[in-house]
């Protein structure tokens, strides 16, 4: 069965950082593209950032580029999302996502496994 579990939300004040994890098991997390995804009351699930099987390859939304470095480690089975110059407009729940392939890929219907989320809240 395979499972993502993120962890690392929290409430933050505007500028602030934070630093999402995402620990999968039930599948061979190296062959695996990695992203997440943020979710706002009332609003769709957007992409955010992915990475590619290797870590060497990164994709970023336009709102977080330069502030948000999505990585992984292989050994750990475990990606991460760590969020700098954090602003209001950032407060969302975040998933993590699993895609089957390699390949980054900021489409949201090309992964397959979800976690639960975590909220990040940032207060003005």
């Known amino acids: 069965q395979v499972q993502l579990v993120e962890s690392g939300g929290g409430l933050v004040q505007a500028g602030g950082s934070l630093r999402l994890s995402c620990i999968v098991s039930?599948?061979?997390?190296?062959?695996?593209?990695m992203g997440w995804f943020r979710q706002a009351p009332g609003k769709e699930r957007d992409f955010v950032a992915a990475v590619n099987w290797s870590g060497g390859t990164t994709a970023y939304s336009d709102s977080v580029k330069g502030r948000f470095t999505i990585s992984r480690d292989n050994a750990k089975n475990s990606v991460y999302l760590q969020m700098n110059s954090l602003k209001p407009e950032d407060t969302a729940v975040y998933y993590c996502?699993?895609?089957?392939?390699?390949?980054?890929?900021?489409?949201?219907?090309?992964?397959?496994?979800w976690g639960q989320g975590t909220q990040v809240t940032v207060s003005s």
């Open positions: 039930g599948l061979t997390f190296s062959s695996s593209a």
């Open positions: 996502a699993a895609k089957s392939g390699r390949v980054v890929s900021s489409v949201r219907n090309s992964y397959t496994y």
